[in-house]
Structures are given as C-alpha cells and as structure tokens.
C-alpha cells in the first residue's frame, strides 16, 4: 500500500470518527491552558508597577544607537507615535533557544503593531546590540541586565510577550513558544 493510499485511509476515517476525537483535543487544549495559567501566576496583571517602569536602564532604539532612559520614557514615546494602540511587551534572552526560534515571528507582529522588547540577562549593550545586528533584527530593545524589569511583573521565564494598554495596563501575559497569530489576537483583545 503506497504512503499516499495510506494518508488517504488515515483521512477518510478521521473525517467519519471525528466526534470520538473531540475528548483528546478538549484536554490537550485543557493542559496547554493549564501550563499558560501556570507559567504566568505570578504576572502581575493590571497597573505596571512602578519599579518595572522607573528603572534607569540603557535602551537600543530600531537603529542600534544606545542612550540610558526607563520603561516608561519608551512606552510614553512609543504610545505617542501609535496613540490608542496598544503595545506589545516581548522579553528575550540571548541564551534562550524558544526565543531565537520566534524571532521572526516578532519581527512579523512589530511590523504591524508597535512593540518593545526587553533583553533579559542577556549582557552589557555592546553584547545585545551586536547579537540584535548579527540576525538582522531592528528592534527597539531595553537591555534588562539584572532582570529588574522582568522580575517586577513576575516573568520568570522567557520568552514572554504581554500587551501594555494606553491606560498603563498589563494584559494577556503568555510564557513560552506563542505564534504570531497568538501574539496579534492578544494584541487585539486587550481593549
């Protein structure tokens, strides 16, 4: 029996039994919403903290040129340049194997909607900047050496992505590999 009469067979009955399926799929999605709760319990919903906002930190802008700002300097620029929109927060590491496999898959959302990244322990400027250079990838990065930005709204982990509303607010945190379509409905759905 050819590979093609087989997958043909394997449709045939998957199309005539797909209700005996649909238990499999309730709980895999079950256990991936599980692990997402999981992953993302100490989030800090709501307000960001301030101690994530007013951290003087040095900050790469799309063109690799460096000066010192804050969280909140950048996001009061970026939600002027977008006004009503809101802004997607992705924290990364260079060391992080997840994060290099979504990088263009953030590249593809920061084209249409306005996104800041945060280089989580991920070294000195020089290091991100010359690791952001080496993969072609022009973001607007806060280099987040110690972790101050990522441990106040409780991301322990990377890759992250959350949206920051105009209103200052935190929503729809995710840890872990998210696709763009992912990335974009949360966008969306944040309000």
Sequence with gaps: MSMLARLQGWASALRRDWKSHLGTVALCVGVLLAVQW??????????????????????????????????????????QRHPGKN??????????????????????????????????????????????????????TVVDGRSAISGALGFGAVPAFAVITPEGQLRWPTVGLTSGWGMRARLLLAG
Aim: glycine residues 10%; neutral net charge; contains cysteine.
């Design 38 to 79: 999981w992953q993302t319990r100490q989030v800090a919903g709501g307000p960001l903290p301030d101690v994530a906002l007013d951290a003087a930190l040095p900050v790469l802008d799309a063109s690799g040129a460096l000066r010192q700002s804050s969280l909140r300097a950048e996001l009061v620029a970026l939600q």
């Design 87 to 140: 802004v997607g927060l992705y924290i990364w590491a260079d060391w992080c194997p997840i994060c290099t496999t979504i990088q263009g898959t953030v590249n593809g959302v920061a084209q249409d909607h306005p996104v800041i990244t945060v280089a989580m322990r991920s070294g000195p400027p020089a290091k991100v900047g010359g690791y952001l250079a080496s993969r072609g990838l022009a973001w607007h």
